[in-house]
């Protein structure tokens, strides 16, 4: 069975004409060691990635040789696509934090909210850790409104809306 319904608890939350179309997703309290782990398991679970500094694109590097390059060395990115038609867009900026992005019109229905799901529960198993996911811009500002939590080992709304 699913971890979240779209119909029941999703879709409201995941509507990019509600506002800003790209949550955040962050991890806290992250090493260089985490941040190997997630580049490990989009390698072992064939999840197609594409790895840039810039806007160069080359080969998946270590954690350690891409959180060690020098500040003024622009932004690496790496691009995952656990489905074709879902893209999730990781900074690899500092170790302390793994956090990427993805696109609310990638994320409409309940297969690609499926995908979304064991997508950061793969992450969050991985890690040991929860992975929330916060609205655009609003990380320090918001709580989390879905996530995969690790006491529940699923992925579940974390935050409803207030009342009218």
């Not at 489905?83 to 994320?107: N, S």
């Amino acid at each position: 069975m699913a971890d979240l319904l779209w119909d029941d608890h999703v879709a409201w939350l995941l509507d990019p004409t509600n506002g800003a179309c790209l949550p955040d997703v962050f991890v806290e309290d992250t090493t260089a060691a985490d941040w190997q782990a997630v580049l490990d398991l989009v390698v072992e679970r064939g999840w197609a990635f594409e790895y840039s500094e810039g806007d160069t694109v080359l080969p998946l590097p270590r954690a350690e040789a891409v959180l060690s390059r020098p500040v003024d060395a622009g932004c690496a990115y790496l691009r995952v696509w656990p489905d074709p038609a879902v893209c999730a867009i990781f900074r690899l900026d500092w170790d302390e934090v793994i956090d990427f992005d993805l696109d609310l019109r990638e994320l409409q229905g309940q297969e690609r909210l499926d995908v979304l799901c064991d997508f950061l529960a793969a992450i969050g198993r991985r890690l040991g850790k929860s992975v929330p996911m916060f609205f655009e811009g609003s990380i320090t500002t918001a709580p989390p409104f879905l996530g995969y939590d690790v006491e529940a080992d699923r992925v579940r709304v974390l935050w409803t809306p207030p009342a009218d």
